[in-house]
């Protein structure tokens, strides 16, 4: 009987019921003086409540400069080098530790050999020969796989003697060599290259006794990260046609030793170490070559005919590489010298001497 008294009296003394959050006002009635000091604060009176302000809309933006493409990147540098091992070359290992690198874009040679006077046999007299060699490559990767090298040389021999044979005093060699190489991850690999050549003295018109080309071709095996095998066959255009098995192994039993055990050319290297920033390898070297050349020999008919002068050349030597450049000296002994003419010549042999070369390539 209270509680619905007590509710009816609610409902006939007030009027509709207003939710509160704190103080309110009247929608008629004005604000109260610290609601204009509020209002000045970010907030405002709106719908008979203090409200925070509308935020005002900002000024326009100012415009913005006018578009600039940025400035195009340099291009990275071309790769000087790449991860290929030509065992036929100068190029150096040292075992697993890695090697020195093959050289991209241009790369330059020069030796200068000495070998003394020696005494001959066959004819009288005595035979002396020094050299200037030099060379230019420019290699280039084609796509990612194969590699192209281009070699042109220019060797020039000066000769004294022998009496009994009139030969000219020099001979020029201009050598032009093309290598295709083969850069696959697995294990096999080759390459194959030819080297046409003007080999004359260049005293008389030349013909077919200066012209020479020479070929070869070998496939690489590699069986262990420490063994590569490789086996093929070259060419050499010379008073006869020489062919000659090319190829052999390589075995680097660890990061200091290498037996490069090849035909022509052998070579067992150990590099020494870094030596004032300059990486320093020995080694000896056991090579075959043949070379031939046309030569004028000066008698009474001035015939032309090609020479060819073969030997064999044991040397030790020293190599030291910074960056680009590397200079070596070698010395050691040359024998089995052999020189043998096509016609208007007897053929003779040369003694046993010792050899001295120093080069650098850059």
Same mark, same amino acid.
């Given at each position: 009987m209270l509680v619905p008294v007590f509710v009816a009296a609610l409902s006939l003394g007030a009027g509709p019921a207003t939710p509160s959050f704190g103080p309110t006002w009247p929608v008629s009635a004005a604000p109260p003086p610290a609601a204009t000091e509020i209002n000045a604060k970010n907030w @405002?009176? &709106?719908?008979? !409540?203090?409200?925070?302000?509308? %935020?005002?809309v900002p000024?326009?933006?100012?415009?913005?400069? %006018? !578009? #600039?493409? %940025?400035a195009a990147a340099p291009l990275p540098a071309y790769d000087e080098s790449v991860a290929y091992y030509d065992p036929f070359t100068r190029q150096l290992a040292f075992g697993n530790a890695g090697f020195q690198p093959y050289h991209l874009g241009w790369y330059f040679y020069d030796e200068v050999p000495y070998m003394p006077t020696s005494p001959v046999r066959g004819v009288s /007299?005595?035979?002396q020969d020094v050299q200037y060699n030099a060379w230019a490559r420019y290699a280039r990767l084609l796509g990612q796989r194969h590699l192209l090298a281009w070699t042109g040389a220019w060797n020039s021999s000066w000769w004294t003697g022998p009496s009994g044979v009139n030969l000219p005093p020099d001979a020029e060699q201009l050598v032009s060599d093309f290598q295709i190489s083969s850069l696959y991850a697995g294990r096999w690999n080759w390459q194959v290259g030819a080297t046409p050549q003007i080999d004359a003295d260049f005293r008389r018109s030349l013909d077919h006794n200066a012209y020479m080309v020479d070929g070869r071709f070998v496939l690489f095996y590699q069986a262990r990260p420490d063994l590569r095998l490789a086996a093929g066959m070259a060419y050499w255009n010379r008073v006869h046609g020489i062919l000659i098995p090319y190829g052999g192994l390589i075995w680097s039993p660890d990061d &200091?030793?290498?037996? &490069?055990?090849?035909? %022509?050319?052998t070579r067992i290297s150990r590099y020494y170490g870094n030596v004032a920033g300059k990486d320093v390898w020995t080694y000896a070297t056991l /090579? !075959?070559?043949?070379?031939?050349?046309?030569?004028?020999? @000066?008698?009474?008919?001035?015939?032309? #005919? &090609?020479?060819q002068m073969s030997d064999v050349q044991f040397l030790l030597g020293a190599s030291a590489a910074a960056g680009k450049w590397t200079a070596f000296i070698e010395g050691g002994l040359i024998f089995d010298r052999r020189v043998l003419f096509r016609s208007h010549a007897p053929p003779f042999t040369i003694n046993d001497n010792l050899m001295l070369r120093v080069g650098a390539l850059y």
């Open positions: @405002q009176w &709106r719908d008979g !409540y203090l409200q925070p302000a509308a %935020p005002a000024a326009a933006l100012p415009p913005l400069p %006018p !578009y #600039t493409a %940025p /007299g005595s035979f &200091r030793w290498e037996f &490069r055990l090849f035909f %022509p050319q /090579g !075959y070559q043949v070379q031939a050349w046309q030569v004028t020999i @000066q008698d009474q008919s001035s015939a032309k #005919t &090609r020479m």
